[in-house]
């Protein structure tokens, strides 16, 4: 079982494309969209711009202030526990340079990524609450279609949608955890896939 969140999402989807007979299942949690190339190439230009800005002081500072008031802001709507309060504000303290390091090349997988290649395994998608009409949403749309998945998402769900939404998120990945079937690790080389009680 491979889950991945953001970025994580990419690279789990990049991973399961490249060797499915060793994914018995996916939980994406608002995944970075890889199947969109537009998309992609914002991420990696937004990405770039906000390492450029992070080593100018007082930009920096000012885009960490951003992220920290954002996350303060999300901790209030969702009534965070402190553990779950303590997670967001590390990631609202991103190294940014890393990041954006991270990021460069993803327009080019985008663009080169074929959906029909997605394998068809035991898959959720799971959405930020963003309306229909969503670029994003789209994209996550089209990659639950391509996996034979479900796409989901609750009201309110942020990008940090495992932080915003911890209960939802555990109690899916526990359901789908006990409905999927594993890979018997004696036979995933062959590609047999076999329910463990």
């Known amino acids: ?8 999402g990419a ?3 990049l991973f399961a ?13 608002d995944p970075t969209p890889i199947n969109d190339p537009k998309l992609a190439s914002r991420v990696e230009t937004t990405m770039r711009r906000l390492e ?11 885009v960490q202030g951003l992220l920290r008031s954002t996350a303060r802001k999300s901790s209030r ?12 504000f ?20 985008a663009r080169t990524f074929d959906e029909s290649r997605l394998p068809r395994i ?7 609450d963003r309306p229909e009409s969503s670029t994003v949403r789209k994209a996550h749309a089209r990659l639950a279609a391509g996996l034979g998945a479900e796409l989901i998402t609750w009201p309110g769900a942020e990008h940090h949608v495992h932080l915003s939404h911890q209960t939802q998120v555990l109690d899916a990945a526990a359901n789908f955890c006990v409905a999927s079937p594993r ?6 080389r062959r590609g047999r896939r076999t329910r463990i009680a």
């Not at 079982?1 to 994580?8: D, T």
């Not at 490249?18 to 994406?28: I, K, M, Q, T």
């Open 1 to 8: 079982m491979v889950i991945g969140q953001s970025l994580g």
């Open 11 to 13: 690279v789990a989807t």
């Open 17 to 29: 494309t490249d060797y499915p007979e060793d994914v018995a299942g996916l939980l994406l949690l």
């Open 52 to 62: 450029r800005f992070s080593h100018v002081p007082i930009a920096g500072r000012s």
């Open 77 to 88: 709507r969702h009534e965070m526990t402190p553990e779950v309060k303590r997670a967001l």
């Open 90 to 109: 590390a990631s609202a303290d991103a190294d940014l340079p890393q990041l954006a390091r991270a990021v460069v090349g993803l327009g080019d997988i």
């Open 122 to 128: 035991p898959s959720i998608v799971v959405t930020a």
């Open 183 to 188: 890979t018997d690790p004696s036979s995933s």
